[in-house]
Structures are given as structure tokens and as C-alpha cells.
């Protein structure tokens, strides 16, 4: 079965400081996708970045970047100079890429602070 | 594009009520989704719906909860009776659908409260 563990419950940090979050995956699946959400406290679900299980390139994307390393099941999500605007529950998501079927998996979420 | 729409964004009602939240996918998109997000459990998939059809309710908690999707543009979960525990915020979802690994479009959920 799918599953998807982001250890860290919450995270508070001061404005300024980089903060990495971790997202550790289980799949027999050779092909899959993983996904990163952000719900800020608005409470919707706000896409941010999606990785098939071929790409292993790191992505950045301004202060955001993404380190996928299949060799520890890992999709890591890095906010570099965060600041107050960050602060939400990030999700980490894996989805299965077979034909009709579109189930994601979604860890538990951290829950970030940035405090002024 | 108008988005996934749910209504009614906050709902409270009694126990033993019955509770329908309402959902308008984007259009064109062939997969809708339900989601239910609890602070213990997190988000879990309840249903989701390929061209109308109920692909796997494994998700969907016992039988006091029940989905329809009769057209493209409109799914409806219901929960009959409603308990304390229901208490959650509910999401649909919807994506275009194709080999999979799709992104999800989400709407804003429904906050439902049950007394």
C-alpha cells in the first residue's frame, strides 16, 4: 500500500531562516507522482509542484526548491529566507500513475510557522 | 475558469440530521474527488467519480454517507443521519484525468459542524 510520512508535525522558525521540509514515501509502484500542497489559513489547497518517479532533478522555483532522491524515498521541500506568507500546512502527496486511477495519498502535513 | 465550487461553505446542523454538501467541478475535467480532512486523520480520500461513474467508495467511513454524481457539472455527498463525529471539512477535487498522477484542482471545502 501507498503511504506517505511527513515526520514533522509542526515547525516554527523567525523570518529569515531556510526551512526544509521532509516527506519520506512508501510504493511498489515503479511509476508514480509526487506532489507537494500548501493550505494556507484560508484553508484551501494550493498546488505547488508535482515530480514523476522518472525525474529526479531538483527543482526551484524562486525561494521554493524540491530534492527528489529515489534512493531513500524522499521528496524534501526547502523554502529558503522564509517569510510570515509562508506560514502553513504543507502537505506532501503521492499518486499512482495507472490509467484510471487517480487516488492521492496525502501525508499529515506540517504545519509551519514564521514568526516576524 | 470559475474553479471547483462547493456549497455551502459552513454548515452546522444537529445530530441525527440529514447533511448534503454540493459540488461543480471544473469543467471538462473527468475525475471528481471527495476528501474529508480531520485534525486525526488528516486528508483521506472518501470517493471519487470517473465520467460520472463511482470508481472506489473504500474510503467512504459506513453506510450513512453515500455520493451521487447524475452529470458531468454536479456531485452531491450526503450524510443521513449525521453524527458529532462527521465534524469536518470536506473537499472536492477535480482533474482532467489521463495516465494518471494528475494534478487536482481543489475547491474551498465545506466546514461542517454537527452538535
Known amino acids: 500500500a501507498q503511504k506517505v510520512t511527513q515526520a514533522q508535525t509542526e515547525i516554527s522558525v523567525v523570518e529569515k531562516e531556510d526551512v526544509t521540509l521532509d516527506c519520506v514515501y512508501e510504493?511498489?509502484?515503479?511509476?508514480?507522482?509526487l506532489f507537494w500542497y500548501k493550505q494556507p489559513p484560508s484553508g484551501e489547497l494550493v498546488f505547488l509542484i508535482r515530480?514523476?518517479?522518472?525525474?529526479?532533478q531538483n527543482e526551484i522555483s524562486g525561494r521554493y526548491s524540491w530534492n527528489f532522491q529515489k534512493s531513500t524515498s524522499s521528496f524534501n521541500f526547502t523554502i529558503t529566507a522564509s517569510q510570515v506568507v509562508d506560514s502553513a500546512v504543507y502537505f506532501c502527496?503521492?499518486?499512482?500513475?495507472?490509467?484510471?486511477?487517480?487516488?492521492?495519498?496525502f501525508g499529515q502535513g506540517t504545519r509551519l510557522t514564521i514568526n516576524p | 475558469d470559475a474553479g471547483v465550487i462547493q456549497s455551502p461553505r459552513h454548515e452546522v446542523t444537529e445530530m441525527g440530521q440529514e447533511v448534503t454538501l454540493r459540488c461543480k467541478p471544473i469543467?471538462?475535467?473527468?475525475?471528481l474527488f471527495w476528501y474529508r480532512q480531520t485534525m486525526m486523520r488528516g486528508l483521506e480520500l472518501l470517493i471519487y467519480?470517473?465520467?460520472?461513474?463511482?470508481?472506489?467508495d473504500s474510503g467512504m467511513p459506513e453506510d450513512r454517507f453515500s455520493a451521487k454524481m447524475p452529470n458531468a457539472s454536479f456531485s452531491t455527498l450526503k450524510i443521513q443521519p449525521s453524527e458529532p463525529r462527521d465534524s469536518a471539512v470536506y473537499f472536492c477535487?477535480?482533474?482532467?484525468?489521463?495516465?494518471?498522477?494528475?494534478?487536482?484542482?481543489f475547491g474551498s471545502g465545506t466546514q461542517l459542524s454537527v452538535l
Open positions: 477535487a477535480s482533474t482532467p484525468g489521463g495516465r494518471g498522477g494528475e494534478k487536482l484542482f
Open positions: 510504493t511498489r509502484d515503479t511509476t508514480y507522482y
Open positions: 515530480r514523476n518517479s522518472f525525474d529526479e
Open positions: 502527496a503521492l499518486s499512482e500513475a495507472i490509467q484510471g486511477a487517480q487516488k492521492l495519498v
Open positions: 469543467s471538462g475535467h473527468d475525475y
Open positions: 467519480f470517473n465520467n460520472n461513474v463511482p470508481i472506489d
